[in-house]
């Protein structure tokens, strides 16, 4: 059995707490909730920056479990984060790092969705990219930039989607 299968287990995760991205396996948000319930996992948070905007911060996460007390950040700028609520970004990029950290996933590989801009599950490769790209753009699933990496889109493509 394979390292990632014992610790999905030993946390009762299911196959909808996870999802592979192109190159990452991710937590969902609701699995990293279930992972730090399930851990046993303490943790406290501390705003360490925000500029003026609060457009961009820092958060401290200390996390402990049992015995093991790590310290690691959640950082946000406009470069990495789109969404309206930038500080609690931060914070759930933190609680994301320490969890994944204290369980053991970050040695195997393995993020949690709100550390990475991009990480939604996207459709397979369609037949039509196009078409597909402007639908999920459309209905708010994703972002040109994400579609991009994903997609690897041409210049014409992004283009048009502009």
């Not at 991205?21 to 705003?47: N, P, S, V």
């Not at 911060?57 to 402990?64: C, S």
């Not at 550390?115 to 039509?128: G, M, T, V």
Request: hydrophobic letters at 35%; aromatic letters at 8%; a negative charge.
């Amino acid at each position: 059995m394979s390292k990632l299968k014992e610790l999905y287990e030993k946390y009762n995760l299911s196959k909808d707490d996870f999802f592979k991205h192109r190159h990452y396996t991710i937590i969902k948000r609701e699995g990293i909730d279930k992972l730090q319930a399930e851990a046993k996992i303490d943790i406290q948070y501390q705003l360490l920056y925000h500029s003026e905007d609060c457009k961009t911060a820092i958060v401290k996460a200390v996390a402990t479990k049992g015995q093991t007390r790590i310290e690691t950040f959640g950082e946000v700028s406009p470069d990495n984060n789109h969404n309206q609520y930038p500080i609690a970004m931060a914070e759930k990029r933190a609680m994301s790092r320490a969890v994944l950290k204290l369980a053991g996933f970050y040695s195997e590989g393995v993020f949690g969705e709100d550390e990475i801009e991009d990480a939604k599950e996207l459709p397979e490769l369609p037949a039509n990219k196009l078409d597909q790209a402007k639908k999920a753009i459309a209905e708010g699933n994703t972002t040109i930039e994400a579609l991009q990496q994903n997609w690897h889109l041409t210049e014409q493509m992004i283009k048009e989607l502009s």
